[in-house]
């Protein structure tokens, strides 16, 4: 079963964000007190943290959590997931992917030492339904959105 190992938020755009004891998901929003709060369907951010891993041992160096951006680090998740997918963490929010890294005319100014990984191997979701979150709840992939 997939888990949650840490979520991050941050009111400042382009920047790192702050890895927290717990978030509120909001639905058709994203994260309250997120810089991407309420900015279209793409409201959430989350990289595996398999990936994390693997750039690590290359980077010689680790990525503290929101280090690179993102809102959600998970780990157990596979390596694709599909647009449409439905995520469920806990026992209240539902996420659904809306796409995986970024398009190619699309800007990231943003990185760690050199290093982004959203725009390859992250994926943006937007919540379906809201609630809290924290690290240590389990994510269960689940099938499409209606």
């Known amino acids: 079963m997939a888990m949650i190992i840490a979520v991050c938020a941050g009111e400042d755009r382009q920047k790192a964000k702050n ?3 717990a978030a509120r998901f909001v639905e058709g929003m994203g994260i309250a ?4 709060f309420g900015m279209g369907d793409r409201q959430v ?7 994390l891993a693997l ?4 980077a010689g160096f680790p990525f503290p959590p929101g280090s690179l951006a993102e809102n959600l680090v998970v780990r157990g998740l596979p390596a694709e997931l ?10 209240e929010v539902v996420l659904e992917v809306v796409e995986k890294g970024k398009r190619p005319d699309e800007p990231h ?7 982004c990984l959203l725009p390859t191997v992250g994926y943006f ?8 979150v924290s690290p240590g709840d389990t994510v269960v992939l689940e099938g499409k959105a209606p």
């Open 19 to 21: 890895a927290l004891e």
């Open 33 to 36: 007190g997120d810089g991407h």
């Open 45 to 51: 951010s989350l990289l595996r943290s398999e990936d």
């Open 55 to 58: 750039a690590e041992s290359k």
């Open 82 to 91: 599909a647009p449409g997918s439905l995520l469920r963490i806990g026992t």
């Open 109 to 115: 100014s943003y990185d760690y030492r050199g290093w």
């Open 125 to 132: 979701l937007k919540v379906l339904t809201g609630g809290g």
